[in-house]
């Protein structure tokens, strides 16, 4: 589903180069559920922004569903992210003036769609995160966890192959934390997408069926975790 293959990112500062992420190659297939852990600025949220389209390698090619993305336009990134990916971040950036219903269906509005079609899409998804009863509720309405789910949800609704989590229960508390996770975990099993999350927290590694260890910009093979057969 997604491969990376020899994947480097530098940065201009100052005039010089400064490397965040160094010849990173990586496979995960098709309904995989993966975790990518390591210590702040080991490289983790850049490597998932640039499997987004979000930034741009400056060496290397990732490809996404068999698709190389080396050569995509901005307008191409746009299409792939509306169609095929879901993004879940650390901060749930909801649209504060709108409801649940609203926010969640945002992304299906964005590609056209309208009418029952998507107040069905939403009903269905709104159930499956636990929110049916929060419909009409606007976001300072929602616990932290109730706002992740709606984040969640709003991530699921297009039915996208890919969804890629940055720190999704880095701003909630132990409990409500557990819970985000198991609901990827039931979502990503229900749904059949594949997942990439980068995280600190054992509890969602422990959850994925591979882990992979980053630090300083590289991955160590040396320390992959996959599943047991």
Same mark, same amino acid.
């Given at each position: 589903?997604? =491969?990376? #293959?020899?994947?480097?990112?530098?940065?201009?500062?100052?005039?010089?180069?400064?490397?965040?992420?160094? @010849?990173?190659?990586?496979?995960?297939?098709?309904?995989?559920?993966?975790?990518?852990?390591?210590?702040?600025? +080991?490289?983790? !949220?850049?490597?998932?922004?640039?499997? %987004?389209?979000? #930034? @741009?390698?400056?060496?290397?090619?990732?490809?996404?569903?068999?698709?190389?993305?080396?050569?995509?336009?901005?307008?191409?990134?746009?299409?792939? =992210? &509306?169609? +095929?990916?879901?993004?879940?971040?650390?901060?749930?950036?909801?649209?504060?003036?709108? !409801?649940?219903?609203?926010?969640?269906?945002?992304?299906?509005?964005? &590609?056209?769609?309208?009418?029952?079609?998507?107040?069905?899409?939403?009903?269905?998804?709104?159930? %499956?995160?636990?929110?049916?009863? =929060?419909?009409?509720? &606007?976001?300072?309405?929602?616990?932290?966890?109730?706002?992740? &789910?709606?984040?969640?949800?709003?991530?699921?609704?297009?039915?996208?192959?890919?969804?890629? %989590?940055?720190?999704?229960?880095?701003?909630?508390?132990? @409990?409500?934390?557990?819970?985000?996770?198991?609901?990827?975990?039931?979502?990503?099993?229900?749904? %059949?997408? !594949?997942?990439?999350?980068?995280?600190?927290?054992?509890?969602?590694?422990?959850?994925?069926?591979?882990?992979?260890?980053? =630090?300083?910009?590289?991955?160590? !093979?040396?320390?992959?975790?996959?599943?047991?057969?």
């Amino acid at each position: 589903m997604v =491969r990376l #293959d020899r994947v480097s990112k530098d940065y201009r500062r100052n005039g010089g180069a400064v490397p965040v992420l160094h @010849q990173v190659s990586l496979h995960v297939p098709e309904g995989q559920f993966c975790a990518i852990m390591g210590p702040s600025g +080991c490289g983790k !949220t850049t490597l998932l922004n640039l499997i %987004a389209g979000l #930034d @741009q390698p400056t060496s290397g090619d990732i490809l996404i569903a068999g698709r190389p993305t080396k050569s995509l336009s901005d307008a191409d990134w746009t299409a792939l =992210r &509306r169609d +095929c990916i879901g993004m879940v971040f650390q901060a749930f950036h909801l649209i504060p003036g709108l !409801t649940v219903a609203e926010n969640v269906g945002l992304p299906l509005l964005l &590609r056209g769609e309208g009418g029952q079609a998507v107040q069905e899409r939403v009903g269905t998804i709104l159930e %499956a995160v636990g929110l049916h009863h =929060r419909v009409h509720h &606007r976001p300072g309405e929602l616990s932290g966890g109730e706002q992740q &789910r709606a984040a969640i949800g709003r991530a699921l609704v297009h039915r996208p192959q890919l969804v890629l %989590a940055d720190e999704p229960t880095g701003n909630l508390d132990s @409990q409500n934390g557990e819970e985000i996770v198991a609901l990827l975990r039931s979502l990503q099993r229900q749904f %059949a997408h !594949t997942v990439i999350v980068v995280t600190h927290s054992q509890a969602v590694a422990a959850q994925a069926d591979s882990v992979h260890q980053m =630090r300083d910009g590289r991955l160590d !093979t040396t320390k992959v975790r996959t599943p047991l057969l």
